[in-house]
């Protein structure tokens, strides 16, 4: 069951104040203009390249910098747009250059996630064009690390913006019927929306080369699961023989996560590689234009000599397994109050938990099992101890966050990088559960019609035909009869038939159960799968494991995938009966708005919080800068 959409007046007002909100980057900017107007930190390199190609100097490159020249080439674009409409800028500084990020952040950014997020809920956004950003897109505008960015002359928020809008061009392509053949998915890519897709995906290798995993394995990845569901019945069997044999069958066992164990994680990626591997031409025809992007990748790693543009030494790719360890303290650090209401109904007993709080979930198995616990927590720390990689830049430079996170991990005492381990794997859970966080939705079966129902109706179709014959020889018969009155019989008889009719004839009862059927099915497709999770999850091990050096901002596009997957919000279940009043009765307005409420409460907390974040971190950043004794009058400033 999915959240209501209740309304009433304040909630409705309320929707006018999101995109108010998004001006706090506006007035970030502001700031950081009036604080920092010069270049800070890696802005240094960004800035002057930026410069460099406003001069149509083409061929300088700057050695330092690491990343595709996308965020500059945006920059001309935009400031060459401005110069042509307005006559300026005509020389391009940091302001200028900050100010074609915010752009970014605060317009385009909100549009295409609300896009993205319609046509990932299936939904269309009806709202007026003051309140068509929801709760949720403006929350991850908000997210501390995406916001901070905002402000200064980095590639996170472009970087973000292509693979978001490569992703809305995939889905479009897919919106289309069922491929039940390998050339009608062949033909299908041959597509203007195949074609947006292949430009955006080759563009967010631009601004970024993990992109490539998020454009090619991600989308790849969801391209072949809904291709292999559309052609595929849920598997009946549960053994891992059954479920491998059923798989080659055109069965697909891919439970939801809410009803999922740990077991069924790698039950589901057995079922999803045979039922691949037995449909391997279909497979590849649907993912073609991914197989093209990532070509396109590897032909540049030939040509550069390796995936970074410059700094190589410093940033040569390998294996950093306790990347994926690191990140899901982060998530519960920005998205705690998204979990913590939700965890706790797991944890509480029911009636330990106030009805304001209470979502009623039946399933409590979705608890972690020791020996679960006990395997992950192994693994981790076998991680721990033989591939923990402290990259040189990570303890050589204090204004950054994560210079004091790994002081604690690394300095203070050898045992406490392990001790953490148990924190990471209950995150993790937390994390990964929070695709779960919804009630069950209603069975998934067909509304079966009874036989007797149906043979009732169909007697009773061949008995008005067998009286129309009759009432057609009375009419012959009674000819001599005055006009008026036969057409007066007949207007009365006309209605009471045609009535009949519509309620009883089998072809009025085929429509009603298929408007039941895709009524279930569209309430089924609000809830996670297994298979999403293993996608996503794939997809944001490679983009990271493959980088040495820990950041924050490496986290924001596995973050902003993860937030806009997740399910509504579970409405507690003592507001639930609000939805199962008749229209028409007149609802209590103040009921409405602490159902509305106690739904939206973790929002709420979440944009709270976010707020919070960026402001303290946002005032130490303008105000309490230092100097270093090495560099005596320049200040250092905090930053993530």
Known sequence: MNSPQLETGLTRAARYLVPFVLLLIVVWRAKVNTTVPEPYLDEVFHVGQAQAYWAHNWTHWDPK???????????????????????????????????????????????????????????????????????????????????????????????????????????????????????????????????????????????????????????????????????????????????????????????????????????????????????LPLVIASVLPHLVILAAFGLFVLWNGGVVLGHKEFHTAGLHVPQMLYIWPYFVFFSWPLLLIAIANLIVPSRYLPKFFDYGFKNKNRLPGILTALGVISFMLVAIHFNTIVHPFTLADNRHYVFYVFRILTRYHPAVKYAVAPIYFLCAWGALAAFGFSTPPAQSQVAVVPTSVIDSATSQQSQEQKSKKKEKEKEKENKRKSKAVTQKASSKEAPAAQQRRQVLTPEIIEKIQAHILQRQQRQEQQHIRVSFV???????????????????????????????????????????????????????????????????????????????????????????????????????????
């Open 65 to 279: 910098i690491t990343t595709p020249p996308g965020l500059y080439l945006w920059s001309y674009l935009l400031c060459a747009t401005l110069l042509f409409l307005r006559g300026s800028p005509k020389e391009v500084g940091p302001s200028e250059l900050r100010a074609t990020n915010v752009a970014a952040a605060a317009v385009l950014l909100p549009w295409r996630l609300q896009t993205l997020l319609d046509l990932l809920r299936k939904e269309r956004n009806t709202r007026p064009s003051g309140a068509w950003i929801s709760h949720t897109v403006l929350n991850i505008c908000l997210f501390p690390p995406l916001f901070f960015f905002s402000a200064l002359y980095y590639t996170d928020i472009l970087a973000l913006l292509v693979v978001v809008e490569a992703y809305i061009w995939d889905i479009k392509r897919s919106s289309g019927p069922a491929r039940k053949t390998w050339s009608s998915a062949l033909l299908g890519h041959v597509s203007l929306q195949t074609a947006g897709f292949l430009a955006f995906g080759l563009a967010a290798l631009v601004f970024r080369q993990t992109n490539i995993f998020w454009v090619s394995v991600f989308l790849g990845g969801l391209q072949v699961v809904r291709l292999l569901r559309e052609n595929a019945t849920p598997c009946k069997s549960f053994d891992l023989v059954g479920i491998i044999k059923k798989g080659s069958q055109k069965e697909l066992y891919d439970p939801l996560v809410e009803e999922a164990s740990f077991t069924d994680y790698f039950k589901t990626a057995l079922s999803l590689l045979s039922a691949a591997m037995s449909n």
């Open 534 to 640: 293993l996608v996503w999850l794939i997809s944001t091990t490679l983009s990271l494991i493959t980088a040495p050096l820990v950041e924050p901002r490496y986290f924001i596009i596995p973050w902003v995938m993860w937030r806009l997957h997740l399910p509504r919000q579970p409405t507690p279940e003592a507001y639930r009966v609000l939805e199962q009043r008749r229209p028409g009765v007149p609802r209590d307005e103040k009921e409405l708005f602490k159902a509305k409420f106690a739904t939206d409460l973790p929002k709420v907390l979440e944009t709270i919080w976010f707020i919070a974040i960026n402001a303290i971190t946002g005032y130490v950043f303008l105000y309490k800068g230092f100097e270093w004794p090495q560099e005596p009058g320049k200040v250092q400033r905090f930053m993530w």
